[in-house]
């Protein structure tokens, strides 16, 4: 018997290739002889890099970049085997790295993605994955596209400030530098939002209050990103602002969109595609997922969703190990499981869940491995 074991992290607790290895412990006491392939999957949020960098065997290169407050923090972009580079967000731009309650909404800067970009270009990368989850800003993207060489001026041809505030005061862009850093770069950008950068489901309404935001920040935002969208459109002369995802990560979408040739991709399955999930499951005869969490959010484009839609199509059974689950039988048969079971088996606190999520983890797929097997 082959088995594939294909999990997202347990958020908090366990990475994507911790929870792997968990269950392939307790699937190996169940289905003893058993061939199982631990396959590391993620959605393009934070946790994307080291799924891909664990998945397929790639390294990570350290820098120092300015983090969202202009603060140097320490990041690392993943180099994977093929030549791509995997660039998450939240190593260098993400809210993690404020403290809480401490995040300037309207002064939070991408810059240090740019950075991080940058030092993956230096390192001979020119295909890159952009995974933007878990944003502390909301500036268009601006801030990282200024570390690639762009320049963002005012009426008097000052460079304007960091933070999405400052783009009111936008007059002119120059991109002759960004050009040139970017010539022959590729960018794929990970994501499953599919908000336009404006209005009632733009990015300064929808997603700064989750970064801080009050309400006259999110007014102001709003006015600085429309600012932005009108100086950028005019100098492409092509209008973005709609386009679905041009949203994501506080409008990153927009700006790479418009500025570098990005492309946007659904998350998990440009994960899937990176890995080459399709060969990794050929000749599988059952296939387990899992993430922290499974509940109707994990049909919005989640990894296990995604796993379940590739192995469904080869008629690979699938069952999914979760730290919770909030969901009918029906919910669970729609998302393609054939099963599901929480690693929780009784009265438990929070705490100790996270404390012990592998040793449970590894004993709930046992369990679940070995109800299975009375079924083969």
């Known amino acids: 018997m082959r088995i594939v074991v294909a999990p997202d992290k347990f958020k908090g607790s366990l990475t994507a290739r911790e929870a792997g290895n968990a269950m392939a412990r307790g699937l190996a006491r169940a289905f003893p002889g058993a061939s199982i392939d631990v396959v590391p999957v993620a959605d393009g949020g934070d946790g994307t890099a080291q799924a891909l960098v664990d998945a397929l065997g790639g ?49 939070a800067s991408t810059y240090g993605t740019g950075q991080l970009i940058s030092a993956a270009l230096a390192g001979g990368c020119t295909r890159l994955i952009l995974a933007i989850g878990g944003s502390a800003t909301t500036d268009g ?33 120059e991109t002759r530098e960004l050009d040139q850093s970017l010539k ?68 990153i979408g927009f700006g790479f969109l418009a500025l570098a040739g990005a492309r946007l991709q659904p998350g998990a399955e440009l994960v899937l595609d990176t890995i080459n999930f399709t060969g990794r499951i050929a000749g599988a005869d059952l ?68 404390v012990r999520a592998a040793p449970l983890t590894e004993d709930a797929t046992e369990r679940l491995g070995r109800a299975i097997a009375l079924t083969l």
């Open 141 to 173: 993207g601006a801030g990282a596209l200024a570390a690639l060489g762009a320049r963002f001026l005012d009426a008097r041809g000052a460079e304007i400030g960091p933070g999405g505030e400052s783009l009111a005061q936008l007059d002119t862009i």
């Open 59 to 107: 390294s990570f290169v350290e820098s120092t970049v300015r983090g969202p407050d202009g603060k140097d923090v320490d990041a690392a972009y993943g180099a994977l085997p093929d030549g791509r580079a995997v660039i998450e967000l939240a190593r260098a731009s993400g809210l993690a790295l404020v403290a809480p309650g401490e995040n300037d909404a309207l002064l």
């Open 287 to 354: 296939v387990f997922t899992g993430e922290g969490r499974i509940d109707r959010q994990t049909l919005a484009g989640k990894a296990p969703y995604a796993v379940a839609r590739a192995a469904g199509k080869r008629h690979i059974p699938v069952a999914a190990i979760a730290g919770s689950i909030d969901c009918s039988a029906a919910d669970l048969a729609e998302l393609g499981f054939a099963t599901a079971i929480s690693i929780v088996a009784g009265p438990i606190t929070l705490d100790e869940a996270v």
């Open 184 to 251: 022959g770069v590729e960018i794929l950008i990970a994501s499953d939002v599919d908000n336009p950068l404006l209005g009632r489901r733009g990015t300064a309404a929808v997603f700064a209050p989750q970064k801080g935001a009050s309400p006259a920040d999110v007014a102001t935002l709003e006015r600085s990103l429309t600012q932005f969208a009108d100086v950028v459109e005019r100098h492409i002369g092509v209008r973005m602002r709609d386009v679905p995802g041009a949203g994501a990560a506080g409008g």
